[in-house]
């Protein structure tokens, strides 16, 4: 599925938080039900924003109409899936940022590992 068009319509703060709370939920599938913890719990030691919170469950009910099932129904294999592409999209949003190049992130890792030698 492409997210792009439904983060970018967010601030990449709201695109981030929403995406996390999609993952917490998807990685909880398959997890007995006394077991499981509410996905909306505060991140970043923060409230939940409404505007993150409205995200997600879009999100998830996205996956819910395209998978013709609940998200606590989707089996493990297909709930990785829609993990990854979530974190691919956000990788993809966070590439964007003005300034940020992972040409520059890598020569300066290999800078301080080699000043630490």
């Known amino acids: 599925?492409?997210?792009d068009t439904l983060l970018e319509s967010?601030?990449?703060?709201?695109?981030?938080?929403?995406?996390?709370?999609?993952?917490?939920?998807?990685s909880q599938v398959g997890v007995p039900a006394m077991?499981?913890?509410?996905?909306?719990?505060?991140?970043?030691?923060?409230m939940p924003t409404p505007e993150a919170v409205e995200?997600?469950?879009k999100?998830?009910?996205?996956?819910?109409?395209?998978?013709?099932?609940e998200i606590e129904d989707?089996?493990?294999t297909t709930a990785?899936?829609?993990i990854?592409?979530?974190g691919v999209a956000e990788d993809e949003l966070t590439e964007r940022v003005e300034g940020l190049s992972r040409e520059r992130g890598d020569e300066l890792i290999r800078r301080l590992f080699h000043s630490e030698q």
């Open 55 to 57: 995200l997600a469950k």
């Open 35 to 46: 077991s499981k913890r509410d996905y909306f719990f505060p991140m970043f030691r923060s």
């Open 84 to 86: 990854c592409e979530l």
């Open 74 to 76: 989707l089996d493990a």
């Open 59 to 69: 999100i998830l009910g996205k996956i819910e109409e395209a998978e013709d099932k």
């Open 80 to 82: 990785e899936r829609y």
């Open 10 to 26: 967010v601030p990449r703060m709201v695109a981030t938080e929403a995406v996390g709370y999609c993952m917490s939920a998807l």
């Open 1 to 3: 599925m492409n997210w």
